[in-house]
């Protein structure tokens, strides 16, 4: 088989003979790599019209992994906070504890500083005020625990309050306690009373202005209320005697002592020696002579030295 060739830069034809056997090796051979720069054309064409979606799938591909390491993140804070939580609802439950244990000290505290039912009541919150604070910055906790950590921030606002009102009425009660006569100078019975009685000496109708305490020689006498010393010496008819004022128009007088162990201007406390019982002045034994005075008046002192602190 022959196939002719005519080409207008040559005159002649040229003639190719295919049973010629390396003839035929050429043609193969150029042929093939005709088909090889198709299919190569054909692969390249492809590639550059499926590289944008390529690069859209490995984009998406990336921020579904990195999505999936948030979300793991996401689920370590969520357990961190559920932790951080639990633990706050435990301390909430212990503050509530120590808030009842504060609430029930209170109460006792009242009790045993004796004040009167209506003075103090730990139930209810001291009237206070003040100028709304706008200035705070808010952050947000899960509902039920907000709600339980406001409550408890307030009961320990008005615990604190109530314990301030609290001693300070247990201060107020303890300071007019020192300054108000209460019990006995001195150890010992009551041998005379105050009023009106028979004069020891004459036996004529005479007023006792205080009560005789019969007592030792010597038997410390001490004051029944913080005060100051306004007068140590002798008075007539009292012998040796000692003057306490006590302010808010408390005043006793000490009389009959063999000794005075304090002097004017000295300030003395509760229970504080400031003489020894004896029998000078217008006396038949040892004895004290106990009187209280209120507003410039005197009074009977039975009801102080009943009293007890």
Not at 80 to 107: F, H, I, M, P, Y
Not at 146 to 151: A, F, K, L
Request: hydrophobic residues 40%; aromatic residues 6%.
């Amino acid at each position: 088989m022959q196939i002719i060739l005519v080409s207008r830069a040559r005159k002649l034809p040229q003639t190719l003979d295919l049973a010629n056997r390396r003839l035929r090796w050429k043609l193969f051979a150029l042929a093939s790599v005709a088909v090889l720069a198709c299919m190569s054309a054909g692969v390249a064409l492809a590639l550059l019209v499926a590289s944008p979606r390529d690069r859209s799938l490995a984009e998406i591909h990336a921020l579904q992994q990195e999505i999936g390491q948030q979300k793991a993140q996401l689920g370590t804070v969520r357990e961190d906070a559920r932790r951080g939580l639990d633990a706050l609802a435990v301390k909430l439950g212990q503050l509530q504890a120590q808030s009842t244990r504060l609430n029930a000290l209170g109460e006792r505290l009242a009790e045993v500083g004796k004040l009167d039912s209506g003075e103090f009541n730990f139930d209810q919150q001291p009237a206070v005020g003040g100028v709304e604070d706008a200035s705070g910055t808010a952050y947000a906790l899960p509902p039920s625990l907000d709600s339980g950590i406001n409550q408890l921030a307030s009961q320990f606002d008005r615990q604190q309050a109530q314990l301030s009102a609290l001693q300070s009425l247990l201060l107020d009660a303890k300071i007019e306690s020192n300054l108000k006569p209460t019990g006995m100078p001195v150890p010992g019975y009551i041998s005379s009373y105050f009023g009106v009685r028979a004069d020891p000496f004459d036996g004529h109708s005479a007023r006792h202005t205080g009560i005789d305490i019969s007592t030792p020689l010597g038997t410390a006498v001490h004051t029944v209320a913080e005060g100051m010393v306004t007068f140590a010496g002798v008075r007539s008819g009292y012998g040796k005697v000692i003057e306490i004022d006590h302010g808010n128009g408390y005043m006793t007088r000490y009389a009959h002592n063999s000794a005075l162990e304090v002097r004017p201007g000295q300030h003395v406390q509760v229970g504080d020696v400031v003489a020894r019982a004896g029998s000078t002045g217008r006396s038949t034994g040892s004895h004290v002579h106990f009187e209280v005075w209120y507003d410039g008046r005197v009074v009977n002192p039975l009801a102080f030295v009943r009293n007890h602190r």
